[in-house]
């Protein structure tokens, strides 16, 4: 079991940035593929970016390409999306995944493990 603990949402200006940290609760997190999804009210859980286990590969959704970064520092288990220039269409729960598969899916139901989640909500 991996646990998985989201940090650093909160309320942001549209235009501004914000940085999300994922932690995990054990070593084996370097073996997975991680990923960031959201899901705002009324609307399902899309991907958001995904990373391989030692961030040679990332890949991204269209709609944060250029905007968000994933990253990952392996020798502290640890995530991170920094989101820039922010609109309101990124109002979400944030949720950080991992995949005991080194690929990236954009399938949230290839993901074994998830995280409670984090609020972000962007103001106008």
């Known amino acids: 079991q991996v646990w998985l603990v989201e940090s650093g949402g909160g309320l942001v200006q549209t235009g501004g940035s914000l940085r999300l940290s994922c932690a995990a609760s054990?070593?084996?997190?370097?073996?997975?593929?991680m990923a960031w999804f959201r899901q705002a009210p009324g609307k399902e859980r899309e991907f958001v970016a995904g990373?391989?286990?030692?961030?040679?590969?990332?890949n991204y959704a269209d709609s944060v390409k250029g905007r968000f970064t994933i990253s990952r520092d392996n020798a502290k288990n640890r995530m991170y999306l920094q989101m820039s220039t922010i609109d309101p269409g990124d109002t979400a729960v944030y949720s950080c995944?991992?995949?005991?598969?080194?690929?990236?899916?954009?399938?949230?139901?290839?993901?074994?493990?998830w995280g409670q989640g984090t609020q972000v909500t962007v103001s106008s």
């Open positions: 054990e070593r084996s997190f370097i073996l997975y593929a």
């Open positions: 990373i391989k286990p030692r961030g040679e590969v990332t």
């Open positions: 995944a991992a995949r005991r598969q080194p690929s990236i899916s954009t399938d949230a139901g290839h993901y074994d493990y």
